[in-house]
């Protein structure tokens, strides 16, 4: 009997394990670097801490605080193109919420300031890949959006 209920406890431990572990449900930081590996960029990016992420996106213009971004990976274009890769994570769903619209209001500036100076660059601003799922948002900018989707699956 002893063997028994320790089978079945075991089991119940297993069961609620393969429960949590779940695939994730948001993006993951590493899901940029999945990207720059998959050859979705046409060059080299260069990696941008949080504090400037913070601001490139204009994350506190948008009612964020820094804190409230918990975790962050962004490649960007040195300047030779507009593409980029981010993948931000929120406190909340809340603040990714706000976030999102922060990424598109992010992007509306940068066709803007494009348009006269990289025209080329101007289909891949206005086919930039903006998601959230849950707390996290992933940003891309690149001619091949179907080869960064593929990679963060």
């Known amino acids: 009997m002893k063997k ?3 089978t079945v406890l075991a089991l119940t431990l297993l069961l609620a394990l393969a429960g949590c572990g779940g695939g ?3 993006y993951q930081t590493g899901d940029v670097q999945a990207m720059a590996k998959a050859g979705v960029f046409s060059e080299e990016l260069e990696e941008l801490d949080g504090e400037v992420a913070f601001a490139l996106y204009g994350l506190e213009d948008c009612g964020l605080k820094p804190e409230e971004m918990t975790d962050c990976a962004v ?3 040195a300047g030779a193109t507009c593409e980029e890769a981010a993948v931000l994570v929120l406190a909340g769903a809340d603040q990714a919420e706000t ?3 922060a990424l598109k209001d992010y992007v509306q500036r940068q066709i803007e300031a494009n348009t006269d100076y990289r025209p080329a660059e101007i289909p891949k601003l206005e ?3 903006i998601s959230r799922k ?3 948002l992933l940003l891309v900018v690149a001619d091949d959006l ?3 989707k593929k990679a963060v699956e």
């Open 134 to 136: 849950e707390n996290t």
């Open 75 to 77: 490649l960007r274009s």
């Open 127 to 129: 086919n930039a890949l």
């Open 146 to 148: 179907d080869a960064a």
């Open 24 to 26: 994730g449900k948001g």
């Open 99 to 101: 976030a999102e619209g």
């Open 4 to 6: 028994l209920l320790q």
